[in-house]
């Protein structure tokens, strides 16, 4: 018999979550045990509660910020063994024979396994995953530091280093959530002058703190004329409608437009807008293996640390509903218990 994982799952579309048990069944080789120690609480799962994107099947735990500490390995694994303290992120398989594989873009492959969707995610005590997404973490990240870069962090560092942000951009970041207050520690630490457009006026002070040089309330002052033709690159993080065209002025000639945050409404964009300065509007997932490696890197040695609101797992209503009231500085991140199960008793193939 093998040992049930426990944690947290939503039974129903915007229901507070519940405790709930599950089998994992037999293991593969490939796979992982972990123990889980801490998940960030990302955006994105309250979307998969709440079935915004008609993709969730219930019950299900949400979290896909993970880390953990390794307590057991399938017989093909070699990047990680027992003990390893670790990451897991949004993805947590691929073919590895696409060619998006085989170039080391596995966020590309079309049968890639997203952490908790049609599966159990992070708000539990384990999770058994394909350790080739289990990344071992710098020894100088806390764990409560290192869990939202699994996803919030790789999501904004991937497109950053994708369209080499450096000492000569100007780049904006539209909200200052988990997504966004890392996109700023990020760029800002690339050596790019940052702007940041937010919602919430008295969140200023902390966006010169993580690194920006101006910040601009949508509410308040709002875009004016002069800011038109001043930005290289912006940054999307905002999971909401926002007047597009007043972004896509702020674009200098080549400028780009890139979303990470999924807003409601589809995009109305007439061409002319891109066509006159040659604009770019685009998108971005997640992250590559290899972006995760060198975003951790980078984080460890450039002292990236987000600012984290710490809540024990079994308070996670609480964490998600402030979370849906904007109040979260600003990345929650849930701590939860140790415990070690019989591996051996559900290990299967090789
Ligand atoms: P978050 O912590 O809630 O941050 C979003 C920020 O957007 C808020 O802090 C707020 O900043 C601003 N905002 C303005 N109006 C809002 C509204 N009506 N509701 C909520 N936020 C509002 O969320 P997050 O975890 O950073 O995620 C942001 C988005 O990225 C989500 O849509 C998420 O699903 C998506 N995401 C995408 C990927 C990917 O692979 N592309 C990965 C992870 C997450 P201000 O107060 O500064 O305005
Ligand atoms: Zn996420």
Known sequence: MSQPISGFAAKSPKSPLVSFSYDPGPSGGFECEISITHCGLCRSDVHLIDNDWGISR???????EIIGTVNAVGLSVENVKKGDR?????QCGACFECEFCREGNEQFCSSYKPTCVDRNGGF?????VDARFAFPIPESLKSEHAAPLFCGGLTVFSPLDHFRIGPSSRMGIIGLGGLGHMAVLFGSKMGATVTVFSTSGKKRKDAEKFGASRFVDLFGEGIRESDEETLDFVLSTAPMDLDWMKIISLLRPDGTLCFVGVPRKPLSIPVFSLIDSRKRICGSPIGSRWDTIRMLQFAAKNGVRPQVDLFPLQEINSAIERLRRNEIRYRAVLSGSKKVSKWEDRRGGA
Not at 58 to 64: A, E, K, L, W
Not at 124 to 128: L, M, N, P, S
Request: no cysteine; charged share 10%.
């Open 124 to 128: 539990a005590d384990r999770i058994i």
């Open 58 to 64: 219930y019950p299900f735990i949400p979290g896909h």
């Open 86 to 90: 670790v990451g897991v992120g949004w």
